[in-house]
């Protein structure tokens, strides 16, 4: 970024317009606009909507033909009559959307042939079946020899897109080193002829004149309606298997679809341009808004440019010429993507005051990696601005960025809010001397508006790292804010007095990130039965393991992320780990509870309820197995809306535990008060009641008063065998501890409760 105030010049015009050609075109060659453009050409349809020309009649086998005649297949008699009718009624040429390529009766056979040689004018139908992408030929059927000899053959076949949706068209097809025409070519009495053409969907299918087959059998047609002009027999029931999508209006009938080409065809010579032309078009247009400086008119020669190319091209598909529009398009947007953003970054760059650049600028400029970062702070930067009047900040920063140059007039200074400035230096020399020399030059008042001002500032320097620039200027500004206050003109950053406190302030905002990354997961502690000494649950424990610092205590980030109301995450994920984990094992073998801890903060969540609920039903897994651990019950006692949240997860058949009983403020109040199903006794009380009387005498009261309120009683921080048989001997329900087993994986606890269910067998 060279020179006072300036920003890098952006990318040359030429290299935007040609890596933009090059984009354009892979996007043409790989045909990755083929959604889009079928959309677009829909939408230009509707923009010259015309009707048919009449001269085409849909013979039309629909529903109410197959109830009045009989279920489809019809015997090929029923064609023979509709043969013969046609014939006397003056149709000139009897097209047959059917395949006869196989036998049926000899009779009815027999009768169409004769019919056949009667008319004279009848086309039967030949097929080169096709997949929808690939275009690999897979079958041949054409008609039985008695037939073809008596009919002319026509060809079928098209191809059809993601959408089952036909486009083109072929003029012919060569089936068995036969060329042998379309059935839309032989219904527009064109001459046969190779390669394919663009469908004019424009034509509107409602116009085609239709006969049903049955008024054709029965006779009851208006023979005006057939004589001279060409039919083709079709079956359009909407049971039957010969539907396509006709663009722009649904599901249509096969036979629509020869009528719909043939009336294209009969319209003219369709062409097809390709998507050269639009690409041409788009880079045309995509110059000369490159190279106007007026933003202004950059916008408008794209913005008509975007829409002349998508909606012009309906007047030239009017006259039957087509070509895909998306590879311009998709230039146009690329070019207004790249100058939106160029504008964007050059406005988010400057400071709108001073026009020098930013912290943004800063923060962008590659070159300064490999220098030591600077920051300036002026700390009554706020309070002077307040004394001086409207339209004087630009003259303050002036005279301090003038000072800031001394001695190095050619250094670029970068300008944040509220009195930052940074730069980077190069130069290798003493830092110690020059920002000496520039702290002498602050203490001369500053001249504005008539004030005299006392300029207070700061220096801190962050001499180089692998890190970020962003990372560095701000090293750089804690280290002007700790020369501030131990009274210091300046300071270098100095990584392990900083450490800590910058693993503090970064730890929570890291969590969310772990979380999503997968270094949080959760251990489960095993829970002792100790009626039946066998396990019956467990407690779902958050652990996080960090990349660089390793295992991270779980009393220091579950604490931190309660303190500061950012527990949801944790608990949520927490939550889904362990209700799917538990409905597992509960799948595999007997009955497993699994125990979650909640803070009672998230019980002002008026959507925990639903989440939770939601999360049981996913997993399946009974409410009545799990177990949501209450912390910090002393302000849950408090709360009337934490206590109304409890009621409604009891109601959803979630049991409820206090943690930690004995601890804080535990009282027979809110003992009476949570509706809880369990308690839990703190640790602290159990590890003692080997040696501790008063100890052993609490926790037995407890265990008397929780049994006498009708609720089960868990004993935590059982760490060795003698402390179990204690228990046992007090009548408590359920152990957890170190005794029992420790936090392990979901796989080392499938495998213990595994093992345990083989020992019981035996």
């Known amino acids: 970024m060279p020179g006072k105030g300036k920003i890098a010049a952006s990318a040359s015009p030429w290299k935007l317009l040609s890596w933009t050609a090059v984009l354009g075109i892979l996007f043409g060659l790989v045909g990755f606009g083929e959604i889009a453009e079928d959309w677009l050409r829909v939408a230009r349809n509707s923009l010259h909507k015309h009707p048919a020309s009449g001269d085409i009649v849909l013979i039309d086998i629909d529903d109410p033909s197959l109830r009045r005649i009989g279920r489809f297949p019809w015997p090929r008699g029923r064609y023979a009559e509709m043969i013969d009718k046609l014939t006397e009624a003056g149709a000139r040429r009897i097209v047959i959307d059917i395949t006869m390529d196989a036998k049926s009766d000899p009779q009815n056979d027999q009768l169409l042939s004769k019919a056949l040689e009667r008319s004279g ?61 379309s059935y839309s070519a032989l219904l527009a009495d064109r001459p046969t002829t190779i390669g394919s053409y663009m469908v004019d969907y424009s034509i509107d299918p409602a116009s085609i004149p239709r006969i049903r087959a049955a008024s054709i059998i029965s006779g009851t047609f208006d023979r005006r309606k057939i004589a001279g002009k060409n039919v083709i027999i079709g079956i359009t029931s909407q049971s039957g298997m010969d539907l396509y999508f006709v663009p722009g209006t649904g599901r249509l009938s096969g036979a629509h679809v020869h009528i719909l080409g043939a009336e294209t065809l009969k319209a003219g010579s369709p062409r097809s341009l390709g998507w050269v032309p639009s690409l041409l078009i788009g880079l045309m247009l995509a110059s000369i808004a490159v190279f106007r400086k007026n933003p202004i008119h950059q916008v408008a020669i794209l913005t008509i440019g975007l829409i002349a190319l998508a909606f012009g091209p309906a007047v030239l598909e009017a006259k039957l010429i087509f070509f895909d529009v998306t590879p311009g398009l998709f230039v146009l947007l690329v070019v207004s993507g790249a100058l939106g953003w160029r504008r964007y970054r050059q406005q988010g760059f400057i400071n ?152 503090r302030l970064s730890m929570l905002s890291q969590l969310d990130d772990a979380i999503d990354r997968g270094e949080v997961w959760v251990a489960y502690q095993p829970k002792l039965d100790l ?152 640790q602290s009380f159990v590890k003692g009641i080997v040696e501790n009387r008063s100890d052993r005498l609490m926790v037995q009261s407890t265990i008397g008063l929780v049994h006498s309120l009708g609720r089960i009683v868990v004993a935590e921080g059982v760490e060795h065998r003698e402390i179990i048989d204690i228990l046992v001997e007090l009548d408590c329900d359920v152990a957890q501890g170190f005794a029992i087993g420790r936090p392990m994986s979901l796989e080392s606890l499938s495998k213990r409760l595994a093992n345990e269910r083989k020992r019981n067998a035996a």
């Open 121 to 181: 004018r009848v086309v039967l139908p030949a097929i080169s079946r096709y997949g929808p992408t690939d275009g690999s030929q897979l079958i041949n059927r054409i008609p039985l020899p008695e037939f073809a000899e008596r009919a002319q053959v026509g060809s079928i076949t098209f191809r059809y897109n993601y959408q089952n949706a036909v486009w083109s068209l072929p003029h012919s097809e060569k089936i068995e080193n036969r060329v042998i025409p």
């Open 352 to 503: 709108s005051v001073s026009s020098l650049p930013n912290l943004n600028a800063f923060r962008a400029d590659r070159r300064g990696r490999n220098s030591a970062v600077i920051a300036a702070r002026i700390l009554n930067y706020e309070e002077i601005l307040a004394t001086l009047p409207p339209n004087s900040e630009r003259p303050l920063v002036e005279q301090i960025v003038g000072r800031i140059n001394v001695g190095a007039s050619g250094r670029t200074i970068y300008q944040g809010d509220g009195g930052i400035f940074a730069w980077f230096d190069g130069s290798k020399q003493s830092f110690g001397n020059h920002l000496e020399a520039l702290s002498a030059l602050f203490r001369t008042p500053a001249r504005v508006a008539g004030l005299s001002l006392d300029l207070s500032i700061s220096f801190g320097v962050e001499v180089g790292s692998s890190r970020s620039l962003s990372s560095r200027l701000a090293s750089a500004l804690v280290a002007a804010d700790e020369a501030a206050h131990d009274g210091l003109k300046w300071k270098y950053y100095d990584p392990e007095s900083f450490a800590d406190a910058s693993w």
């Open 531 to 682: 009626k039946t000494r066998r396990i019956i649950g467990a407690e779902a424990l958050a652990r996080w393991t960090h990349p660089e610092k390793g295992p991270i205590a779980a009393t220091e980030f579950v604490a931190a992320a309660e303190q500061s109301n950012r527990i949801a995450k944790l608990t949520d994920f927490v939550l889904e780990t362990a209700v799917a984990a538990a409905a597992e094992l509960n799948r595999r073998g007997p009955a497993f509870d699994i125990a979650v801890n909640l803070s009672a903060r998230l019980l002002g969540d008026k959507g925990f309820t639903l989440r939770l609920s939601a999360l049981l039903a996913r997993h399946k897994l009974d409410p009545g197995r799990l177990t949501l651990e209450l912390t910090e019950t002393a302000t849950l006692a408090e709360s009337g809306a934490g206590i109304e949240m409890l009621g409604r997860l009891r109601e959803i058949g979630v049991r409820i535990a206090i943690d930690d009983y004995g601890t804080g403020l535990s009282t027979l109040d809110y003992l009476k008060r949570i509706p809880a199903d369990e308690i839990k006794i703190d």
